[in-house]
């Protein structure tokens, strides 16, 4: 009686553990623990989801899903450039100013450069030509660089503006008076020209000053 007894415990604790084991399984398979698929050569294939947001495959093959903010980010970039917004008038104005100060500097420096070498009528038409092209708010700037850059050796480039009555008067007497500062060489070549030009806004100075030093032509005396 006491074997059939035992016997009979024996089984119900096997029983036990054999439920337990059964609960243990169904639980951890409900809870989305990774099961065996032999469908590729009885390999075990896994996911697991990286850092950056991607699922990469456990087995070293490629991710099967990608981040959508890394999506968009990657279809952003591969996107063609948006074009530039077209530029004001004001800009465009501005720009083609800019052009032109630039032209008459870089003629200043050029013969402020340059050595020797007479200055011709070609040379003074197209430093004149330039510097009536220079803006009306950049002239003042550009001619006094001009005035200090440009040599006596080249003086004639500065004579070209001041022979010309076309440019406001302004600017002829700060070339004139420029000349006035320079070797008597330079005076001698330049103020008898103006002398012959009444019309010329600096004529009565230039007439003044070539009486005092006594070099007034002969003939203007007699008169």
């Given at each position: ?31 989305g ?6 469908g590729d ?6 996911t ?19 981040n ?9 970039a ?7 917004e ?5 800009e ?10 630039e ?12 050595s ?11 430093f ?9 708010a950049r002239?003042?700037?550009?001619l ?14 500065l ?19 420029d ?5 008597e060489?330079?005076k001698?070549l ?22 005092v ?7 203007e005396e007699?008169?």
């Amino acid at each position: 009686m006491n074997v059939r007894i035992r016997k009979i415990v024996v089984l119900v604790a096997v029983a036990a553990v054999a439920l337990v084991a059964i609960v243990a399984i169904l639980r951890l398979g409900s809870d989305g623990a990774p099961t065996a698929s032999e469908g590729d050569s009885g390999r075990v294939s896994a996911t697991s989801a990286s850092g950056d947001g991607k699922i990469r495959a456990a087995d070293g093959g490629k991710a099967s899903v990608e981040n959508s903010d890394t999506d968009s980010e990657t279809a952003e970039a591969s996107s063609p450039d948006e074009a530039e917004e077209p530029k004001t008038a004001e800009e465009l104005q501005e720009e083609e100013e800019e052009k032109k100060v630039e032209a008459f500097d870089s003629l200043t420096d050029k013969w402020m450069e340059k050595s020797g070498g007479e200055v011709t009528m070609k040379d003074m038409d197209d430093f004149v030509a330039a510097f009536k092209s220079v803006p009306k708010a950049r002239k003042d700037e550009c001619l006094h660089r001009a005035l200090n850059l440009v040599s006596d050796d080249h003086v004639l480039l500065l004579a070209g503006i001041l022979f010309d009555k076309s440019i406001d008067k302004e600017y002829l007497e700060l070339v004139f008076n420029d000349v006035l500062n320079r070797d008597e060489e330079v005076k001698k070549l330049i103020l008898p020209k103006i002398f012959k030009d009444k019309d010329h806004p600096c004529w009565a100075d230039t007439a003044w000053i070539l009486d005092v030093t006594g070099e007034l032509p002969q003939k203007e005396e007699s008169e």
